[in-house]
């Protein structure tokens, strides 16, 4: 018999299987007024999927900040448990990068699009391939799977659990200390800056983020362009 996931003080977990999508599952419980601190998750043989609710008291340009936390959280916790040499990077639009290549995602859901009204709740979820879909990886050479990274040691319940500590950190650092250490861990972390990127239609160099995250983005006659992190938000 397994060992029951154990989360850390307020937060709780919920089971889903089958073709259930804890994001999905997630983003309803918030609708009906769940506790904050919800993780719903599913863990397939071949994928870890998860989905954390909040409860933000900031407008929500700021709260967005839950994203590139939940990122920073999964990259620390797998750091903890992987081989020193496996090497993780986080996307600006989500995207997680192992050993450079892509491997799986996180999205964000809010109640309210409005970037300075403060949302009834905020959902951010992950999906990890644990095993690639296919078994010619040549087929796919920008995408892997976690196992196929040297992480076949790493199990899915003790990532999960390592992913809501980790985070629950970086959470509480966030609203005791302020953006900065959020800030300064992330851009340790983050793909493809100083690097020409297309996000949103719109092609530049990517050269750092604001204060909320929003992605900087110089175009080839020198203007800047902010693109907000809540362009991101998928629709309730």
């Known amino acids: 018999m397994s060992e029951p996931i154990v989360f850390p003080p307020l937060m709780s977990g919920l089971a889903v299987t089958g073709p259930i999508d804890p994001f999905d599952t997630a983003c309803a419980k918030a609708e009906m007024g769940c506790d904050a ?3 719903v998750y599913n863990l397939a043989p071949n994928m870890m999927t998860a989905a954390m609710v909040f409860a933000p008291e900031v407008p929500l340009a700021s709260a967005m ?7 920073i959280g999964f990259q620390n916790a797998l750091g903890a448990l992987a081989p020193p040499e496996v090497a993780v990077h986080l996307e600006w639009n989500g995207a997680l990068r192992v ?7 996180f999205r964000v859901m809010a109640s309210d ?3 300075a009204s403060s949302p ?13 879909a296919s078994d010619n990886p040549g087929e796919t050479p920008d995408a892997t799977a976690l196992y196929a990274e040297g992480c076949s040691d790493v199990e899915a319940p003790a990532l999960l659990e390592a992913w809501a500590r980790h985070t629950l950190n970086w959470i509480n650092r966030w609203e005791h200390d302020g953006p900065r ?3 300064e861990e992330w ?10 990127v297309t996000q949103n239609g ?13 992605m900087l983005l110089r175009d080839a006659d020198g203007t800047t362009q902010l693109i907000p992190l809540t362009t991101l938000l998928e629709t309730p």
């Open 202 to 214: 719109k092609t530049g160099t990517f050269m750092g983020v604001d204060e909320d995250f929003g």
């Open 120 to 132: 009834d709740w905020l959902v951010v979820g992950v999906a990890i391939p644990l095993w690639p």
């Open 113 to 115: 699009t409005d970037p």
């Open 37 to 39: 601190g919800l993780i």
């Open 181 to 183: 250490p959020l800030h």
């Open 187 to 196: 851009r340790g972390l983050a793909h493809d800056v100083g690097e020409a």
């Open 65 to 71: 900040a839950m994203l590139p936390t939940c990122g």
């Open 99 to 105: 050993n450079g290549a892509r491997c799986g995602r």
